[in-house]
Antibody
C-alpha cells in the first residue's frame, strides 16, 4: 500500500540547516510528485514546495531562497533542505503525494522540527 | 497568491444533525477545462490531514457519503449530514489551480 514516512533531526539550533527525508513505498517517484507541507504548533498548513515526477521543482516564493528539494528515485526518497533556520520554522513537516492537478491523497505522519538553542 | 478564507469555528452542532463549513477563494478556482480545483481536507486531533473532497464535489475513496461539497467559482460549502463524534477536527479547504498551492486557515467543527 502507499506510504510516506518523514524522518528528521528533531531539534536544530537557530541559523543552522536541516535536512528531512521522506521515504515512500507503494508507488514510484518517477510517476508521482511529492510535496512538502508544514504546520506550526496550533496553526494551519503551509505549502513549501514540490518535486515533480520528472525532477523539476517549484517552491513557495516566501521561502525559496532557503529551500531545496531533491530526490533519489532508486532509493524512493525525497529530501527537503532548509537553511538559516529561525524559531518560527518550528513546525510539523509533512510530505504528501500528488501530481499537478491531483489532490494530496496520501500524507506521511509528519516529523516534528524544533528550532531552539 | 490565491487566498483561501475560512472561519475559525463552525456553528456548534449536535451529534446526528447537519453541519456546514464555508470557504472563499480570492480568485475563481474554475479552470478553463470546466474543473474547479477546490479540495477539502480533515485533520483529526493528532493526525495528518486526510483528503475528503477533490475537484470541489467528488468524494475521496473511503469517505462516507455523509460528506458533500458544492459551490461556485469562489464560494464553497462542505456539508456533513448526521454528524458523528469521529468527524471532529479541523477542516481545511485548499486550491491547486495555481502555484503556490494554498490552504485556508482551517475551521474547527464544534460539537454542542
Amino acid at each position: 500500500q502507499v506510504q510516506l514516512k518523514e524522518s528528521g533531526p528533531g531539534l536544530v539550533a537557530p541559523s543552522q540547516s536541516l535536512s528531512i527525508t521522506c521515504t515512500v513505498s507503494g508507488f514510484s517517484l518517477t510517476s508521482y510528485g511529492v510535496h512538502w507541507v508544514r504546520q506550526p504548533p496550533g496553526k494551519g498548513l503551509e505549502w513549501l514546495g514540490v518535486i515533480w515526477a520528472g525532477g523539476s521543482t517549484n517552491y513557495n516564493s516566501a521561502l525559496m531562497s532557503r529551500l531545496s528539494i531533491s530526490k533519489d528515485n532508486s532509493k524512493s526518497q525525497v529530501f527537503l533542505k532548509m537553511n538559516s533556520l529561525q524559531t518560527d520554522d518550528t513546525a510539523m513537516y509533512y510530505c504528501a503525494r500528488a501530481n499537478r492537478y491531483d489532490p494530496f491523497d496520501y500524507w506521511g505522519q509528519g516529523t516534528t522540527l524544533t528550532v531552539s538553542s | 497568491d490565491i487566498v483561501m478564507t475560512q472561519a475559525a469555528f463552525s456553528n456548534p452542532v449536535t451529534l446526528g444533525t447537519s453541519a456546514s463549513i464555508s470557504c472563499r477563494s480570492s480568485k475563481s478556482l474554475l479552470h478553463s477545462n470546466g474543473i474547479t480545483y477546490l479540495y477539502w481536507y480533515l485533520q483529526k486531533p493528532g493526525q495528518s490531514p486526510q483528503l475528503l473532497i477533490y475537484q470541489m464535489s467528488n468524494l475521496a475513496s473511503g469517505v462516507p457519503d455523509r460528506f458533500s461539497s458544492s459551490g461556485s467559482g469562489t464560494d464553497f460549502t462542505l456539508r456533513i449530514s448526521r454528524v458523528e463524534a469521529e468527524d471532529v477536527g479541523v477542516y481545511y479547504c485548499a486550491q491547486n489551480l495555481e502555484l503556490p498551492f494554498t490552504f485556508g486557515s482551517g475551521t474547527k467543527l464544534e460539537i454542542k
